[in-house]
């Protein structure tokens, strides 16, 4: 275990804020996750300080990369233009937002299954996906300041090699409909090398996203979301429904992402929660 002051980090916005779908809240104190193949649980323990069931090792090599530990959030907040009234209170909203940079295969696969898919349906196919064919990760035993985990044992998501042994009739069968095609496509270019993260990784923005659209069945918004949340390109400006809605209601059709070349990914965040999340007037 160690313990960690962090700013700017709420960990039950985080979890609910569309990012991942293996994030779950315990209680107001406590959130669980499962990724790179690990069981996390996390414990605030008093304001900005944050209990971590890992290793100083294995926080320093996964979690701090995973969490964005090392960017200055309210730097980007108070780069908002104190003129656009909506993205300010959508800020002070989310406060607490950040982006989560993760797995990229598991994060290609999860987005291509979020294609017109709630988030509680997204949730359960991962699941299913990982328990038929990820590796078992028996729940740790824990003490004070953790809690017990929500389960006895979970489930990796599985490397590419592990899903493409997936019978196509059972990948269908964890509730993924049209997009089953897509998910064995892409999972055979990751396992061919045709795709690779680490050479990915290296790629311009443009060139990223020109690969990652040039797969079968990924358009502009599921690369948008690949490049912001595995790749850590905070520019990207994914538009949903949600998004869409905000730009027609508040900025005229178009929300100008040019103030934030580097953060309009962070801003998409702020107004995605915020506009889900909301009181009623």
């Known amino acids: 275990m160690i313990t960690v002051k962090i700013p700017f980090l709420d960990l039950l916005k985080v979890a609910d804020s569309g990012q991942a779908f293996r994030f779950k809240v315990i209680d107001d104190k406590h959130v669980e996750l499962v990724a790179f193949g690990k069981y996390l649980q996390i414990a605030k323990t008093a304001e900005d300080t944050f209990a971590f069931s890992c290793t100083q090792k294995e926080f320093e090599d996964i979690w ?5 530990l090392e960017r200055d959030y309210n730097e980007i907040v108070n780069s908002i233009d104190k003129n656009d009234k909506y993205l300010l209170d959508a800020s002070d909203f989310g406060s607490g937002i950040r982006i989560l940079k993760q797995d990229v295969f598991e994060t290609t696969i999860s987005y291509i299954i979020s294609q017109r898919r709630s988030i509680p349906s997204i949730t359960t196919s991962v ?9 078992k990760i028996k729940a740790p035993k824990l ?3 953790f809690i017990k985990p929500l389960c006895d044992e979970y489930y990796a998501f599985p490397t590419p090699q592990e899903l493409s042994n997936l ?5 269908e069968n964890t509730g993924v409909g049209y997009r089953a095609p897509y998910i064995a496509r892409a999972t055979e270019e990751f396992c061919s090398g045709k795709l690779d993260p680490v050479s990915l990784s290296e790629l311009t923005d443009e060139d990223l ?7 079968y069945g990924v358009g ?3 690369a948008n979301c690949i490049m912001l949340f595995a790749f850590a390109r905070t520019g990207r400006f994914p538009v949903d429904v949600w998004i869409k809605r905000i730009e027609d209601t ?10 934030y070349p580097d953060s309009a990914g962070i801003m998409q965040q702020f107004m995605f929660y915020y506009e889900r999340r909301k009181p009623e007037i």
């Open 127 to 135: 699941e299913r996906i990982s328990k038929l064919c990820g590796k």
């Open 64 to 68: 701090t990369a995973y969490f964005d």
């Open 250 to 259: 508040y900025y005229n059709g178009h929300f100008d992402c040019s103030p």
């Open 220 to 222: 502009t918004k599921v």
């Open 143 to 145: 003490t004070e300041p």
């Open 167 to 171: 019978a196509f009739e059972e990948l």
């Open 209 to 215: 996203y020109k690969a990652l659209t040039a797969m």
